[in-house]
């Protein structure tokens, strides 16, 4: 018999334990995956070169706070500034509360799909979105949810803004890595419901290159320094922080669940090694007796640990990155969560840590073992 058919032959020995623990390995190693792709969602953003880019110009104090329209026309003569855009969240009812958590901004519209290029928009539905003041522009998923379609009129019911918008779909976007779940409208067409108040959210812009992003960032919120309403300019991946900020300590409370889930893995994969090993005390011993050396035998009790824990963890893994694929996560958290990308990396270091935890587990039953000498060995019961 082989090696590798030896070790084979004693993971099968008790098949009933063996499912068992490879499926609490990856059970483990499906909730490990999931909150590892939340975690990284939340507190890392996905990032494009385009989106690196990309700057968001807020009030200093806070989101809440607003800016004068007019500071628009300084941050363009900034250099290095290549396009930008006024984005006011408007945060209107649809129909009724529990449907409306999408959210709504008023921007340019001729410079919009400059900025967010990677949204793609059929050059008709551009031209359309862009020539008609009470047009939208709609992501697809938002299309799909409330079965959309172009030309279709809807009614944003103001709530933070004492305005209501009547608005027509006149486009949609799609776009790979981007949220398709936003609906975009003219600020013109805002401002007038709003009586020319002449306030906007925040500023998008979008820079020439990477290189000057600091002198830009500097030299904004200087030029707003000392005034009533000062700036805070920052990247988009800043930016999109801040709201994981508000949420309190993120990191910490998920990555405390990681930790459980992987205590709960050692745990399942060292009970398992523990038993399997104390019932083959009498054949350790006998592999002792005809010439096996402590070496090989730890090897051999290793590798099947290992091998154990491999199992669980690509099972779990694969599977999760598999139920993720191909289940519409965004009708199912009914429009909370747009995406779950569970991305190779991540996998990557489920396996990583299913692997070093079968191997960990298994260190102190089979040093216990190796200790046991060959008589004490074979006075044990199979």
């Known amino acids: 018999m082989t090696i590798p058919g030896f070790i084979l032959r004693n993971a099968f020995r008790n098949k009933r334990r063996l499912i068992l623990t490879i499926l609490s390995v990856a059970l483990s190693l499906f909730l490990f995956t999931t909150l590892r792709t939340a975690l990284d969602l939340m507190t890392d953003p996905p990032t494009t ?9 807020r009030h200093k104090v806070s989101l809440a706070n607003v800016l004068p329209e007019k500071y628009q026309y300084r941050i363009e003569r900034v250099p290095g500034v290549a396009v930008c855009s006024k984005f006011t969240w408007f945060g209107g009812i649809y129909q009724d509360i529990s449907k409306s958590n999408f959210a709504q901004f008023g921007v ?34 938002l299309m799909e949810r409330f079965g959309w379609k172009l ?15 009547d608005l027509t779909i006149r486009a949609a976007y799609r776009g790979q890595g981007i949220d398709e779940t936003l609906v975009f409208f003219h600020h013109e067409y805002f401002n007038e419901a709003m009586n020319n108040l002449g306030l906007v959210g925040t500023f998008w812009l979008k820079t020439e290159n990477a290189e ?27 930016f999109q922080l801040e709201f994981v900020s508000m949420m309190g300590n993120v990191r910490l409370f998920l990555g405390s669940i990681l930790v459980a889930i992987v205590f709960a893995m050692l745990l399942v994969t060292a009970s398992t ?50 139920f993720f694929s191909h289940l519409d996560i965004y009708k199912m958290s009914q429009g909370f969560i747009p995406m779950f990308p ?25 040093y216990s073992t190796l200790k046991t000498t060959v008589v004490a060995g074979l006075k044990e019961l199979d």
């Open 49 to 57: 070169d385009t989106a690196a880019l990309r700057l968001a110009v």
């Open 108 to 141: 340019d519209a001729d410079r919009i799909l400059k900025i967010f290029s990677e949204m793609a928009v059929p050059p008709e539905q551009e031209r359309a979105f862009i020539q008609e003041r009470t047009a939208c522009l709609v992501g697809y998923k």
């Open 151 to 165: 030309g279709d009129r809807i009614t944003l019911q103001g709530t933070a803004w004492g305005c209501d918008l």
């Open 212 to 238: 000057v992003i600091p002198s830009v960032i500097a030299e904004i919120d200087k030029a707003f320094a000392n005034s009533d309403a000062e700036t805070k300019t920052e990247t988009e991946r800043a």
């Open 273 to 322: 090694m523990s038993m399997a090993i104390r019932e083959r005390s009498r054949e350790i011993s006998i592999l002792k007796a005809i010439g096996f050396d402590s070496r090989q035998i730890f090897g051999l009790i290793l590798a099947e640990a290992f091998g154990l824990a491999m199992a669980g963890g690509a099972l779990g893994c694969f599977g999760a990155k598999f």
């Open 342 to 366: 569970i991305s190779t990396e991540t996998i990557a270091l489920g396996l990583l840590v299913a692997g070093l935890l079968g191997v960990v587990s298994s260190l102190v039953p089979a």
